[in-house]
């Protein structure tokens, strides 16, 4: 408990460059949003009295300060298009993205950690090269094109999947999950390959370990030995990279929820930055930095429960 | 079918498939180990000592296989089981036990839970039931506070008492054949002795014939009922361990002997190492493999590969003293 503590102290110093790092990334972007606040109507006098109550007439420094403040109490401000409360348009889309997410993680997982084991304990057989050719093609091919070819042979050719869109989980369990499958195959493949290819060459070297050969002098079945000794220490690496996957989701959810009209967090991004709409987009690439550092906290307990000679004392 | 020793090798021949070329690693190895006894193999690294034993437990690498003779045990052909069969012997009625302990525990798993591993496989041992009876495990190869050892990871012990766990492991099943390959080579010398105390110990109190593998000839001198040197895959001298000691009848073994430095010898009796480089098991000399280091060579020795014979009181694989020459000079 007190490890989990002492993480989330150090965690400060990181969320301090984060939160500078967003803030300067927006207000040095060009585009000013009182011109599209005002529209048409754009004369000096209501320009300036927008920034003041914008509070960009300010110094920088106290509009940050001004901002973390608001961000720290729940107010992550309005949008500049709809005047929502920013924090209401996120958590409105976030369920969609997390969904989404969830099922990519999970196919990616699935997918990956049996294949790169056999990969690992076959090495140089045919299957072996099978998953390793499908799991490079997967890596090359971009997650939008993955979606669009997905679409077209299992939506709109074959019917067997929903054409795009997003049912709540909570409002028909089976229908979710229907929509849900395709965009996950196009957010997760990426991850899937990655995952394979690091299943397998941390699965080769923990089978060359002392400790297997002691296991199967124990007598222990090769199907035991691989996936109770070997698989928990191959696991560790892994950890690593789903942790900056589990991270890198709400980007990656930018483009499949554009390609699969699914109205979630990326989705909401890419219009507040057409929209010019600076806090939505605040809002968002804020949320994706906390995930981020979220998903390193959860990995560093992950290694915890994996591997017992990470002491947290 | 009943076969008179406990273990019988007969004429094994394992080969190492490598990218330069196949190894003989073992070459026509034959040997008997009977009920109790203990049993040393000799020989420096890459003279296909653990070699034998993985061929024994057929735990050889991937690129190891054996491609001929057999191995008996007990009334069953090893080398003829199926990868099932050979499971149901692994564990339960040989053991082994391994050079390195550091490396041979899974650190992400509790000692306890490793050591009462063969219990839950072959006896279908509940894990509580299993853990139990590692603690008393525990307690018998002298590991202190067993009850808290237990739940402890591999990386909060000590190399020796890993090395003890290690060897309550192999004797859960109370195994009638353990075969321990270097196991007080990567410890300190004082751990050493403790440990090959514990081995003594365990094979007068359980009976449980042993084969020690080591580099280390004072460990043969005080373990071994009988001993076998093997140079390069073949054994090149086998016999009592009082006979080989006193008496070798091969160079291989005399220089051995004369390698190391003894309290007794003589004050000014210079140590003699052995001369030039261990073979190059790719390409090894014709004749006797020995003969390009060997002190006492003959002509014969380098055109025609000697037989394991009779020599006096032990077995012995060298043209000169087969002819009746002692080595003593």
Not at chain 1, 20 to 33: A, E, N, R
Not at chain 1, 80 to 100: G, Q
Not at chain 1, 265 to 271: D, I, N, P, S, Y
Not at chain 2, 90 to 118: C, H, K, Y
């Amino acid at each position: 408990m007190s490890y989990i503590l002492r993480r989330l102290v150090l965690m400060l110093p990181v969320a301090f460059l984060v939160t500078v790092g967003v803030f300067m990334l927006i207000h040095l972007s060009p585009g000013d949003p009182a011109l599209i606040i005002l529209g048409e109507d754009r004369n000096p006098e209501a320009i300036a009295q927008v920034h003041q109550e914008l509070g960009l007439d300010k110094p920088l420094y106290a509009q940050y300060l001004i901002w973390v403040g608001h961000i720290i109490h729940g107010d992550w401000g309005r949008s500049i298009t709809t005047h929502e409360p920013v924090w209401n348009a996120i958590t409105d889309r976030l369920p969609a993205t997390l969904e989404l997410g969830i099922a990519a993680l999970l196919w990616s997982l699935v997918v990956a950690i049996p294949l790169g084991t056999i990969a690992a304990v076959r090495r140089g057989s045919a299957a072996d090269r099978i998953a390793t050719g499908v799991s490079v093609a997967g890596v090359s091919v971009p997650n939008f094109f993955i979606g669009i070819v997905l679409i077209y042979v299992l939506s709109v050719s074959a019917r067997i999947f929903p054409f795009g869109g997003y049912v709540p989980i909570t409002q028909d369990p089976w229908e979710s999950l229907r929509h849900v499958i395709l965009p996950a195959i196009a957010l997760g493949t990426a991850g899937t390959a990655i995952n394979m290819r690091f299943t397998r060459s941390s699965m080769i070297e923990v089978l060359n370990h002392d400790y297997i050969r002691t296991a199967r002098a124990k007598g222990a079945s090769w199907r035991r030995v691989v996936f109770v000794h070997a698989l928990k220490n191959a696991l560790i690496p892994v950890v690593t990279i789903v942790g900056l996957q589990i991270g890198g989701i709400i980007e990656g959810a930018v483009v499949t929820e554009t390609v699969f009209t699914w109205p979630g967090v990326g989705r909401l991004a890419v219009e507040s930055i057409f929209n010019r709409d600076y806090t939505v987009v605040q809002g968002v690439v804020l949320l994706a930095a906390f995930s981020y550092m979220l998903a390193n906290l959860a990995v560093d307990l992950v290694y915890g429960w994996l591997d017992p000679r990470i002491s947290y004392a | 079918m009943a076969f008179s020793h406990l273990l019988e090798l007969e004429n094994v021949e394992t080969h190492l498939r490598l990218r330069d070329g196949t190894i003989k690693a073992v070459d026509g190895v034959s040997l008997t180990v009977d009920a109790g006894e203990t049993l040393g193999i000799v020989g420096e690294s890459g003279s296909g000592k653990s070699m034998t034993a993985l061929s024994i437990m057929r735990l050889l690498p991937r690129s190891g296989r054996i491609v001929g003779g057999k191995v008996c045990f007990k009334d069953r052909v090893l080398t003829d089981l199926s990868e099932d069969e050979m499971e149901e012997i692994r564990g339960t009625e040989i053991a082994m036990i391994f050079q390195d302990p550091m490396t041979s525990l899974n650190p992400v798993f509790r000692t306890g839970w490793q050591v009462g591993e063969p219990l839950r496989i072959h006896r279908h041992m509940r894990s509580r039931a299993s853990i139990a009876a590692a603690v008393d495990l525990f307690e018998k190869v002298g590991i202190p506070e067993p009850r808290r050892r237990v739940k402890q990871f591999p990386h909060m012990f000590s190399g020796g008492m890993r090395q003890r766990a290690m060897i309550a492991m192999g004797l859960t099943t109370s195994p009638s054949l353990l075969i321990a390959d270097e196991p007080t080579t990567a410890l300190d010398v004082t751990i050493q002795a403790q440990i090959l105390d514990l081995l003594r110990t365990l094979n007068r109190d359980y009976g449980t014939a042993t084969i020690l593998i080591t580099h280390n000839l004072g460990v043969v001198a005080g373990m071994c009922d009988r001993v076998i040197v093997m140079y390069a895959g073949r054994i090149v001298e086998q016999g009592r361990t009082d006979d080989v000691f006193a008496h070798p009848e091969h160079p291989y073994t005399w220089s051995l002997l004369h390698s190391i430095p003894r309290l007794d010898a003589d004050e000014h009796r210079p140590l003699r190492p052995i001369e030039g480089v261990p073979p190059d098991m790719l390409n090894l000399p014709p004749g006797c493999k020995f003969q390009p280091r060997c002190p006492f060579a003959v002509a014969r020795c380098a055109a025609q590969e000697p037989e394991l014979l009779q020599v006096r009181e032990q077995l012995a694989r060298c043209w000169v003293t087969q002819a009746g020459t002692r080595l003593d000079g």
